[in-house]
């Protein structure tokens, strides 16, 4: 018999997985002596469906059920016992629990490291989600000591144009944004939006929006309006073709313009 429920994961139909998922549960509840195994893993993909649903706290309390059949099942270091510590850590970093997310997302990272050592995809995956939950609770300096571990270990794993490394470069440049050093959050920016134009469509991918937008905000804290227009417009004509009313993408954008605009006109008003 075939296994149709991961491909609907992949294929983003969520809500049809949860409920092939659940059905799977009864069954190995009452037709297959209670199979602890297929039990933890269809605990894990119920709490992975409901954490793409964004339905974090029925995803942890899935997730914690797998968690406490697998340690039953497994040694504690065991890959499978990371990955749900890690989809844990997610689901708390969606809720704003950055400190738990980190703390879960130390345990999958000692487990990943006990496993593999450090130079792994995994391992760079885990160390980018840290940097990003500390990015979050301000501590900007200690995210980027995160993010350049990890891009240090995707440039060894990956050709240059790979969008992990895009990403974590955005990352970066994120940081440096914050902690105002904004030239060189620019240089970062613009690494990563080398990489996601070479390998996404620059004209309609959000993930090019997003830098376009980045390289905008910096250059406008650096009053360099011009500039700061510039990739706000290229931000703005691709966020017009996804979104269509109040995203928050969207919204942003149209206001820095109108800021930027602001202070060319003021300039352009002081030079005549």
Request: glycine content about 4%; some cysteine; proline content about 1%.
């Amino acid at each position: 018999m075939l296994n149709y429920e991961p491909l609907y994961v992949f294929l983003g139909e969520y809500r049809l997985s949860l409920e092939h998922y659940t059905k799977a549960l009864n069954i190995y509840y009452t037709k297959y002596d209670a199979n602890l195994s297929k039990i933890g893993n269809t605990y894990n993909n119920i709490g992975i469906s409901l954490m793409m649903l964004c339905d974090y706290e029925n995803s942890i309390a899935h997730l914690d059920k797998s968690l406490q059949i697998k340690e039953k099942l497994f040694d504690k270091f065991h890959p499978t016992i990371a990955s749900t510590l890690g989809n844990i850590g997610t689901c708390y970093q969606h809720l704003g629990k950055y400190e738990t997310a980190i703390k879960y997302l130390n345990t999958t990272f000692d487990i990943q490291y006990k496993l593999y050592g450090m130079n792994h995809v995994q391992v760079a995956n885990t160390l980018n989600n840290i940097g990003i939950n500390h990015q979050y609770l301000d501590e900007y300096r200690v995210s980027i000591l995160y993010f350049n571990n990890a891009l240090e270990i995707y440039m060894n794993f990956y050709t240059s144009n790979h969008p992990n490394i895009a990403s974590v470069l955005n990352n970066i440049g994120l940081s440096y944004q914050y902690m105002k050093s904004f030239q060189t959050s620019i240089d970062y920016f613009k690494k990563s939006l080398d990489i996601k134009t070479k390998i996404f469509d620059k004209n309609s991918h959000t993930n090019v929006a997003d830098t376009y937008y980045n390289l905008g905000l910096s250059y406008q804290h650096l009053q360099d309006y011009a500039n700061s227009l510039e990739y706000l417009n290229k931000a703005l004509s691709i966020y017009e073709k996804v979104y269509t009313g109040n995203e928050t993408p969207l919204v942003n954008t149209l206001w820095n313009i109108e800021v930027a605009k602001k202070h060319l006109d003021n300039r352009d008003f002081y030079f005549v």
